[in-house]
């Protein structure tokens, strides 16, 4: 068995849905609250702090530009996590982004990186989500939050309104993909031309996802240890899990090879913040599709934090002695 150490955790609940067209995302972080994260992370020995549900504004009249839709909402309900991440991380905890969708990645990642600039990201997901404003066919920003956060597509980005405040603060080499399955063509494009490490289902097959997570590991760290970023989007696992999801693409990553990434990444002792994005209670066709993707998230919260399957115990549990006899 496993003995773990004490961890910690401040959770942001994020409920936002402008990134995209379906509504319902909003509705992700409360279904993960009544799934009892909290209490099931506080029983498995981590010192939770709830940071609270954000209030995001809902800016009128926000017309699209460069076909980034809702450009002025999205820019500044990030704005408005970048901030609340960077608080958590201040206070020494790893921060839980329970969104929402993954536009929010943006505000999260860049919050993250005021306080340690020196990370690194696993994205885990069916698409690159790396689409610019002038690339993107739908203007959706939640397939675009990578563009506004690399510094060598800084030269490709248009001035949008409501990101005045963001600076680019990951370069080509801070970021692996994992899952990858539905990639547009200038997506591709920006992969191959930048260079950047992806494993698709087409390595996770070839591979398996232990010499992935291995590869990844070494990629990311060899040269130093620094705090590592997991923004995972449900629809990066088979729509079988998670089916309550707007983007779903089939031969998705298995629940089994998920856990793994995260134990993996609990055991390097580098993570240090998390993002769960894409639950949209409204999408599941019944209710057990919505209890599966919200249960799924929350096992891959739990594995991150330290539960495994081997089981585990305390650093303070003892063996008891029976009593002698009076």
């Given at each position: 068995?496993?003995?773990?150490?004490?961890?910690?955790?401040?959770?942001?609940?994020?409920?936002?849905?402008?990134?995209?067209?379906?509504?319902?995302?909003?509705?992700?972080?409360?279904?993960?609250?009544?799934?009892?994260?909290?209490?099931?992370?506080?029983?498995?020995?981590?010192?939770?702090?709830?940071?609270?549900?954000?209030?995001?504004?809902?800016?009128?009249?926000?017309?699209?530009?460069?076909?980034?839709?809702?450009?002025?909402?999205?820019?500044?309900?990030?704005?408005?996590?970048?901030?609340?991440?960077?608080?958590?991380?201040?206070d020494g905890?790893?921060?839980?982004?329970?969104?929402?969708?993954?536009?929010?990645?943006?505000?999260?990642?860049?919050?993250?990186?005021?306080?340690?600039?020196?990370?690194?990201?696993?994205?885990?997901?069916?698409?690159?989500?790396?689409?610019?404003?002038?690339?993107?066919?739908?203007?959706?920003?939640?397939?675009?939050?990578?563009?506004?956060?690399?510094?060598?597509?800084?030269?490709?980005?248009?001035?949008?309104?409501?990101?005045?405040?963001?600076?680019?603060?990951?370069?080509?080499?801070?970021?692996?993909?994992?899952?990858?399955?539905?990639?547009?063509?200038?997506?591709?494009?920006?992969?191959?031309?930048?260079?950047?490490?992806?494993?698709?289902?087409?390595?996770?097959?070839?591979?398996?996802?232990?010499?992935?997570?291995?590869?990844?590991?070494?990629?990311?760290?060899a040269n130093?240890?620094?705090?590592?970023?997991?923004?995972?989007?449900?629809?990066?696992?088979?729509?079988?899990?998670?089916?309550?999801?707007?983007?779903?693409?089939?031969?998705?990553?298995?629940?089994?090879?998920?856990?793994?990434?995260?134990?993996?990444?609990?055991?390097?002792?580098?993570?240090?913040?998390?993002?769960?994005?894409?639950?949209?209670?409204?999408?599941?066709?019944?209710?057990?599709?919505?209890?599966?993707?919200?249960?799924?998230?929350?096992?891959?919260?739990?594995?991150?934090?330290?539960?495994a399957r081997?089981?585990?115990?305390?650093?303070?549990?003892?063996?008891?002695?029976?009593?002698?006899?009076?």
């Amino acid at each position: 068995m496993s003995v773990k150490p004490k961890t910690s955790a401040g959770i942001i609940w994020a409920p936002f849905s402008k990134g995209q067209a379906r509504q319902g995302t909003e509705e992700g972080p409360e279904a993960v609250k009544k799934a009892g994260l909290i209490k099931k992370l506080t029983d498995q020995g981590c010192d939770v702090k709830d940071y609270g549900a954000l209030q995001f504004d809902d800016i009128p009249d926000d017309r699209p530009c460069h076909n980034a839709k809702n450009p002025r909402t999205v820019g500044r309900a990030n704005e408005k996590l970048a901030s609340t991440v960077a608080e958590v991380k201040k206070d020494g905890r790893t921060c839980v982004v329970v969104g929402g969708d993954h536009s929010l990645a943006i505000g999260s990642i860049s919050g993250h990186a005021k306080i340690h600039p020196d990370l690194g990201v696993i994205w885990f997901d069916a698409h690159t989500d790396i689409n610019t404003p002038l690339t993107s066919l739908s203007g959706n920003i939640h397939g675009q939050p990578v563009a506004f956060l690399l510094k060598e597509l800084k030269d490709k980005m248009p001035d949008i309104p409501g990101f005045s405040w963001i600076t680019p603060c990951l370069s080509a080499e801070d970021i692996v993909y994992i899952g990858l399955r539905d990639v547009d063509d200038a997506e591709h494009c920006i992969l191959k031309s930048l260079g950047i490490k992806y494993y698709s289902m087409t390595e996770i097959d070839q591979l398996g996802i232990g010499k992935v997570m291995e590869e990844t590991l070494h990629y990311l760290l060899a040269n130093k240890k620094r705090p590592i970023h997991l923004s995972f989007d449900v629809d990066g696992l088979d729509p079988s899990l998670t089916p309550a999801t707007g983007t779903p693409v089939p031969g998705g990553v298995t629940l089994r090879e998920g856990i793994y990434v995260a134990e993996e990444l609990y055991r390097t002792g580098l993570l240090s913040a998390v993002d769960i994005m894409e639950i949209n209670p409204c999408l599941g066709k019944t209710q057990e599709g919505v209890d599966s993707t919200v249960n799924t998230a929350v096992s891959i919260i739990l594995s991150c934090f330290g539960k495994a399957r081997e089981g585990s115990h305390s650093s303070s549990y003892h063996i008891p002695k029976p009593q002698k006899s009076i």
